[in-house]
């Protein structure tokens, strides 16, 4: 009743409330900029200095408090966004961390004193990311289908850099997704993205044409631009300094899983399982966007290892494991490429400290893994 009042009634649409330090919030699924204003900003750092907190809720209300806290607890503080699939952590666990970006003194060692620097770097870092972890829901059209952690690191109150961690991404979105729901956008984003040699060139016509990107029915999406959601990609890859060695690998790593999953199965004469002739051309594209042999990956596809007595057995795949087999590889080579992506991202994140360093983390929980 709370909320919707302050929702429905007030002058101006209010979108929060609060339970003692928990803050509730909802998705008004519009633009309420006089809430994240500069001007916000600054009226919460006027009462943060005088130590009089502002305790009205909102996003920066909790940032304050929790710097607060670090300075006079000498105690690392953790924040912690929760909810269902849509219902807004993603953008404001953005304005927590631009509250404390903006306001927090820079650190001996930054190259920069541009309060925007550290905000900049999350935000450029986020649009890769959501590319690779993000995908269309029922509930949500930009839904975090992985975990992120976030760490801003400070010394003597002054801030000195962040760190990012992923975790449980779900990669069985990468081979199976429901009824009007899309795979992740990197996916769909190449379709639209790359040049039209680049795609002749991977035998990549359209989304509908692969299995792993038309289960849903809506290989597009509206409200969703993916030419333009790749430019934006390819702008912030550059920031991170991906080569074009490193992106041309990336792009043939994504077009072979597309190419692999193509790959269905047939029975041979002994009642193994085999990849269809019917497939061959698929199998020989993924091989070579892999720099494998064909005969390679048709092995790996049609037989699996096993460990008895510090021996390896090798033995045939029966016909019934033979998807899931397929399956687990093309999950294994997404997740690998998503772990390459973050691990660069953090490589150029700038991060320095060492000694006595706090730090101010922010964990999302997202909509699949409910508290």
């Known amino acids: 009743f709370n ?40 009226l919460y750092k006027k009462h943060q200095d005088s130590g009089d907190l502002l305790k009205t809720p909102q996003p920066y209300a909790v940032s304050s408090r929790a710097y607060v806290r670090m300075v006079a607890r000498k105690k690392p503080q953790s924040l912690l966004c929760c909810g269902i699939s849509g219902a807004g952590k993603s953008e404001c666990a953005k304005q927590l961390i631009r509250y404390l970006a903006k306001t927090s003194p820079m650190g001996e060692g930054m190259v920069t004193e541009d309060p925007e620097f550290i905000v900049n770097q999350i935000v450029q870092a986020s649009i890769i990311l959501e590319a690779w972890g993000n995908a269309k829901t029922t509930l949500n059209n930009n839904s975090s289908r992985f975990g992120k952690f976030v760490k801003l690191m400070y010394k003597e109150g002054k801030i000195l850099g962040s760190w990012m961690e992923t975790y449980l991404l779900e990669k069985s979105r990468v081979i199976a997704q429901g009824p009007q729901e899309r795979n992740y956008h990197i996916f769909y984003f190449i379709f639209k993205g790359l040049s039209g040699g680049a795609l002749e060139a991977m035998s990549l016509g359209k989304p ?18 993916d030419k333009k959601e790749f430019g934006d990609l390819m702008e912030s890859l550059k920031l991170f300094r991906f080569s074009d060695d490193d992106l041309s690998s990336i792009w043939n790593l994504t077009a072979g899983i597309l190419h692999v999953g193509q790959c269905s199965m047939k029975e041979d004469d002994s009642g193994n399982a085999q990849c269809d002739p019917a497939a061959k051309i698929n199998l020989d594209l993924a091989a070579e966007l892999w720099g494998i042999s064909s005969d390679s990956l048709n092995e790996r596809l049609t037989t699996a290892s096993m460990e008895v007595m510090k021996k390896t057995i090798i033995k045939k795949v029966a016909p019934a494991k033979y998807n899931d087999n397929r399956d687990a590889i093309s999950k294994a080579l997404f997740e690998n490429s998503f772990l390459f992506v973050v691990e660069r991202i953090n490589g150029e994140l700038f991060h320095l400290g060492s000694g006595d360093v706090k730090k101010i983390m922010f964990i999302g929980v997202f909509g699949y893994l409910r508290l």
Not at 209 to 216: E, N, V
């Open 3 to 42: 909320m919707m009042y302050r929702f429905l009634k007030l002058p101006k649409k209010e979108i929060y409330t609060c339970v003692s330090t928990i803050l509730l919030a909802m998705n008004p699924y519009e633009w309420l900029l006089y809430l994240v204003s500069e001007e916000m900003i600054a």
């Open 208 to 225: 509908s044409d692969f299995w792993y990107l038309k289960q849903g029915g809506c290989t597009e999406v509206d409200g969703i631009d």
